[in-house]
């Protein structure tokens, strides 16, 4: 069974839904017990670094979370709860990727929205992917490059699309809403 946590952020169903085309089964949970006996784990996301991470730790999820042991995968706003820290409300995140999330420059279009490709692609998550692929792509913030970054997107400046760390690995894009594409790193998380 595949946990997808909710956790007061947007895009829950889509994430259930591309889970549910691939063959597997989910189920949209914030409780413990379901987490914790997952076979895999997703943090997705569409919303606010500050009011996710209240959220997370009214619930305790925020120290659960980081002692999961088997695969989680962050998605957009869950990739950059699982940084050091957020410009986004000023937030303390879950310290997982030792990076920072920042605010792009206001020196061309923001938020970054719609196809973008990759590059420097690494690790299992890529599995038959290539840097000529699109995937899709909304935020404001970004994560900065550090030693856990797997994929780099260069939107007014390069930053990391994916990360892994240990059992966590994450994308910046929106693998549920990037057609063939996100459906194959999806189904290679899913098939870790």
């Keep these: 069974m595949i946990a997808v946590i909710k956790y007061n952020a947007g895009n829950i169903r889509s994430v259930q ?16 017990e379901e ?8 943090l997705p996301g569409v919303g606010e670094a500050g009011s996710a991470m209240r959220y997370l730790r009214e619930k305790d999820l925020d120290k659960l979370i980081v002692s999961l042991r088997q695969p989680v995968l962050g998605i957009c706003l869950g990739l950059q709860l699982m940084c050091r820290y957020s410009e986004e409300g000023d937030t303390t995140c879950l310290k997982i990727f030792d990076t920072d999330v920042r605010l792009f420059p206001r020196v061309d279009k923001v938020p970054h929205m719609g196809w973008n490709n990759f590059f420097s692609l690494k690790g299992d998550l890529f599995k ?3 840097a000529r692929d699109d995937v899709y792509y909304v935020h404001s913030y970004y994560p900065e490059i550090c030693s856990c970054t797997t994929a780099v ?3 007014i400046l390069p930053f990391s699309a994916g990360m892994k760390k240990d059992n966590f690995y994450a994308t910046q894009f929106h ?3 990037s057609a063939v594409i996100g459906e194959l790193i999806l189904r290679n998380f899913l098939e870790l």
């Excluded at 839904?17 to 413990?32: E, Q």
Aim: charged share 25%.
């Design 17 to 32: 839904n591309a889970i549910t085309r691939l063959g597997y089964k989910s189920v949209i949970t914030n409780d413990r």
């Design 35 to 42: 987490i914790l006996n997952a076979d895999k784990v997703i």
């Design 128 to 130: 038959g992917v290539s």
């Design 153 to 155: 997107c260069d939107y």
């Design 175 to 177: 693998p549920e809403k």
